[in-house]
């Protein structure tokens, strides 16, 4: 318990301390832009009739995997079940093509300059992308497997996002 004495001690001790001002902080990451409908209602309508009838195809579901030569097979298991603690995040949604390339190899740059080894990509499912199917998602794919700084990457597990995020395995600089 405290007493008297020391309660004025303290006050007198901080009497001339002041907030720090918060104008020194960096965002993490920049505002995204609102998302924005380009399909018409017909076009979703349709794309949900044809998931309720089955003839819609489970591509936009499907996992996606990736992994160079020099990760194990059991490292490989290891990040498809979610067992890597995840460094850091990004997330594209709202974004257009070029926006969403640019976002991503700035991220998959700046975390590997940092150390980071494990990150993940929310990319969304495409459930708005319209009878086209995913956009971001094969984009996504496409663009790591590119990149020399990426080791592997596989979809994530439901509670991170599940075929709508991917966890990645970078290469430290």
């Known amino acids: 318990m405290i007493d008297e004495d020391d309660r ?7 009497r001339d301390v002041r907030p720090a001002k918060r104008s020194d902080r960096v965002p993490v990451q920049s505002p995204r832009r609102a998302a924005r409908a380009i399909h018409s209602r017909a076009a979703v309508l349709e794309t949900l009739r044809e998931s309720l ?6 591509f936009s579901a499907a996992d996606i995997a990736f ?16 067992r890597f603690s995840i460094e850091g995040e990004l997330d594209l949604h709202g974004l257009t093509r070029p926006e969403a390339k640019a976002a991503l190899k700035d991220f998959v740059v700046e975390c590997a300059e940092r150390g980071l080894g494990c990150v993940r990509i929310v990319h969304g499912k495409g459930t ?14 496409h663009w790591l497997a590119r990149w020399d700084l ?11 996002g599940g ?7 970078l290469r430290r600089r």
């Open 163 to 169: 075929s709508g995020a991917v966890y990645v395995l």
């Open 8 to 14: 004025r001690a303290f006050a007198d001790a901080t």
């Open 53 to 58: 009838d089955g003839s819609w195809s489970d």
């Open 150 to 160: 990426v080791l592997a990457f596989t979809s994530a597990v439901p509670r991170h």
């Open 128 to 141: 708005r992308s319209g009878p086209g199917g995913p956009v971001l998602k094969y984009l996504v794919h």
């Open 67 to 82: 992994r160079r030569p020099p990760i194990s097979e059991t490292a490989f298991r290891r990040l498809s079940r979610g």
